[in-house]
Each structure stands twice: as structure tokens, then as C-alpha cells.
């Protein structure tokens, strides 16, 4: 099968490099390596943030990808990219026009709607994954949410106009039913993990005498790194790091990396947080292996990478009960669940479970098991094979207004 992924914003590139990636890098660039594998075509178009950047790149991996010129040539925030959609739409006319594509993968909306727009044209099944949606980050960040007015309807009509949507968990199958899309179309095949890179044995970051508490993400406010430095305050003997930083400069030159650092003075705990900035994705299973236990916070989390990242390295997870993370961490058998923003609640779990190394050892192992067995990344990809083989099949409804091959 010759498969087309488009992720404007998130070159898997990126994920190979390390330190820039995000979640939707590390999909792209795992799911196009293992269709590979598995004996496909894989070409990954993203827009040209680089002038330097060839246009076409072949990846140690195998997959092609194809720097498409929309807009400035250099980067540009995701929620602002809508503007150099449709410049976008027209250099993937152009590309699958030239190509016989059996299928596009489309990666967040605005990927989406530039691949509907030259789908369409074109006459090649379209499969979309949101990654996240708008009327969620609306409904949780409120004023704070930096998408732009029309992401909410266009995504709407995007999922309405794909041949089929792959959701990553269950909690985002009910967002999509109450967009207007329907159930039949819907597929629900959760992100993967990298069993053979995350894995329990290996090189360990150095740790002291102290326990250790981690989390990992971007600086931003949804990640509820603050509800763990207060939890961190009634835990004496325990270290807390956080992972994650600007892209460039300290991270106490950083609005939030401030705001934390200063939250944790305030309580007392400023010598017990370690927060190193950014850390290569390839360094990411060190740290892991590292802790105790990943502390997961968020408030708003549209599925959550890293506690599959934990899991597999055979490490317990105290997560937040929110979106995606209600079904990767399993309450009582690979870790615990807590209210989100309820500090106290977190402290109260952590606590009891640093006492307890053997309940740990038990969760860590359990989540091995669960991440071996359901998120590896085999798995999730012959999953997402079968999505693409009905729509090519035209097995699945046809989506109003599509155009059929």
C-alpha cells in the first residue's frame, strides 16, 4: 500500500532529532517507520519551516518526507497556521496528483483540512486523526486557548467530510458523535509506544539518596506541574524533576519555568525540584528508569505519551483521571488515578505509594506487561492497516460530499 501522511506542524524529522519533539512528532515518525516494516510505502508531507531544508528527505527509516512550501519558510506557532492552509492544500494537489496514493493519513486539523481539500481533488481515501480537539482545549483552557475562531466548525466539517476519523481513546469518540460524525465511521486506536527503547533495563539518569518523583511535558499551565510542587511539600525525602522547557534559553527565563520556580520557593521545596529544561527524547527513557514514579497532573490531556513512556519502562504512574489517561494507566493495577487540580489527593497517593515498594514493583511490572501487549507500536500500526483497508475497500460509509476512487 503507498501510504501519504500529512503533519503540517510536526515534521518527524523532529523525533529523530529529539530536542523539539512533541507527541505528534514521535506518531508520525513511529507509525511511518513501522508500515515500513510491514512492507508499505510511506511519504510524510510537512510544511517547509526551513529554507535550507531540502524538499525531499529519505529518513534512516525508510519513509520519504516532503518539505511542501506554505508560507513563510521558517517556524510558525501551530495556531497560526490557518492562513497557508490552502497554499498547503495546493502543494498536495500537486503531489498526489503526480502519485497513485491508495490512501492519506491526515495528522491534527489543520493537516486535515489542507489533505480534505486535495483528497477531494484527487480521488484518494481520506483518514484523519485530530490529536486533539477544539472544543475540548476551549472548554478547559477558556480564555487561554490560542486556537483560532474557526478551528471548532472547521473541524467539525472535517470530521464529517473524512472517509474515517482514528481516535486515540474512547473519552474523544463521545466528543466526535457530538460534532456530527458518525459512529460507524470512527475508529478507536490509542498512540504506541517504542517497547525496545523504553524498556526497564538500560542506563539510568544519576539519583541521589532521595526518592524520586518525575513528570515531563511542555511548560504550560494544563500540565499541572504546579498541583505536583504542592504535593511535593508534604513529601519529605523526595525530589521531584520536571522535564520539559523552552525551546531556547533557561528555564527561569521562561514565563511558566518562573512561575513554578517561585511556587516551589514559596512552599519550601525549592531544594527538592530539579527541573533540567528540555531532554532529548532519546535520553527520555534514562530519567524514567530513573524514578520511583511518573507523576501524570494534567487537567486537560488529549491522551498523554509519557505514561505509556513509563509503563514500558516498568515504572508506576500516579495520573491525573482525564481524558486519555483514564484508559493507558489502569487505577490499582499500573498505577493510581486522582481527582485532577486536587493536590492534597495527589500527596495522599504518592505517599502511600512510596511506602510501599513492592506495590510499586507490582504496578511497574503490570505496566510493562499492558504496554507490551496493547501499545506497542506493531500492534497499533496493523490496527490503523485495517481503518485504511476498508476505507480503500470502500468498506466503511462513505463520507458525505468525498469522492470516491
Known amino acids: 500500500m503507498k501510504i501519504a501522511m500529512v503533519s503540517d506542524h510536526s515534521s518527524p524529522l523532529v523525533a529523530m532529532g529529539g530536542a523539539d519533539t512533541g507527541g505528534q512528532n514521535v506518531h508520525v515518525a513511529a507509525l511511518s517507520a513501522t508500515f515500513v516494516r510491514h512492507g508499505h510505502e510511506v511519504v510524510v508531507f510537512t510544511r517547509r519551516d526551513d529554507e535550507s531544508a531540502p524538499e525531499h528527505v529519505r529518513a534512516p527509516d525508510g519513509y520519504a518526507v516532503v518539505h511542501v512550501s506554505a508560507g513563510p519558510p521558517r517556524a510558525v506557532p501551530k495556531d497560526e497556521l490557518l492562513p497557508y492552509m490552502q497554499e498547503f492544500a495546493c502543494g498536495l494537489r500537486d503531489h498526489f496528483a503526480a502519485s497513485e496514493f491508495d490512501v492519506v493519513h491526515s495528522h491534527f486539523w489543520t493537516s486535515g483540512l489542507a489533505a480534505r481539500l486535495a483528497s477531494r481533488i484527487c480521488g484518494v481515501p481520506l483518514v484523519h486523526t485530530f490529536h486533539a480537539l477544539g472544543t475540548v482545549e476551549r472548554r478547559y483552557q477558556g480564555a487561554a486557548d490560542t486556537s483560532p475562531p474557526e478551528r471548532i466548525s ?5 470530521g464529517q467530510s473524512v472517509d474515517a476519523v482514528v481516535a486515540t481513546c474512547s473519552d474523544e469518540v463521545f466528543e466526535l458523535v457530538r460534532m456530527g460524525i458518525p459512529r460507524s465511521r470512527i475508529a478507536v486506536v490509542p498512540c504506541g509506544v517504542d517497547i525496545d527503547e523504553f524498556r526497564p533495563d538500560g542506563p539510568r539518569a544519576p539519583h541521589g539518596e532521595r526518592l524520586r518523583l518525575a513528570t515531563v511535558g ?3 499551565r494544563r500540565k499541572g506541574f504546579d498541583v505536583a510542587i504542592r ?10 524533576v520536571i522535564a520539559g522547557g523552552p525551546a531556547t534559553g533557561p528555564v527561569h527565563e521562561d514565563e511558566e519555568g518562573r512561575r513554578l520556580l517561585e511556587l516551589a520557593g514559596d512552599l519550601g521545596v525549592r531544594g527538592q ?7 532529548p527524547h532519546n535520553r527520555m527513557p534514562e530519567l524514567l528508569r530513573s524514578t520511583d514514579i511518573v507523576v501524570c497532573s494534567p487537567w ?13 519502562c516498568g515504572k508506576p504512574v500516579v495520573a491525573s483521571a482525564v481524558g486519555g ?7 490499582g493495577v499500573t498505577g493510581i488515578h486522582v481527582p485532577p487540580r486536587n493536590s492534597d ?3 495522599r497517593s504518592l505517599r502511600s505509594l512510596l511506602a510501599e515498594s513492592f506495590r510499586r514493583e507490582e504496578f511497574g511490572q503490570a505496566g510493562r506487561d499492558r504496554a507490551v501487549q496493547r501499545y506497542s507500536w506493531n500492534r497499533v500500526a496493523a490496527e490503523i492497516e485495517h481503518v485504511y483497508e476498508a476505507v480503500v475497500r470502500g468498506t466503511v460509509p462513505r463520507a458525505a460530499g468525498g469522492v470516491g476512487r
Open 325 to 331: 489517561l483514564t484508559e493507558t494507566v489502569v487505577d
Open 231 to 240: 504535593a511535593l511539600a508534604t513529601l519529605p525525602n523526595t525530589e521531584l
Open 300 to 312: 486537560y490531556e488529549p491522551f498523554g505519551i509519557v505514561p505509556l513512556e513509563a509503563m514500558a
Open 154 to 158: 472547521l473541524e467539525c466539517k472535517i
Open 273 to 279: 525540584l530539579a527541573m533540567p529544561g528540555r531532554i
Open 218 to 220: 511542555r511548560l504550560v
Open 345 to 347: 489527593a495527589l500527596a
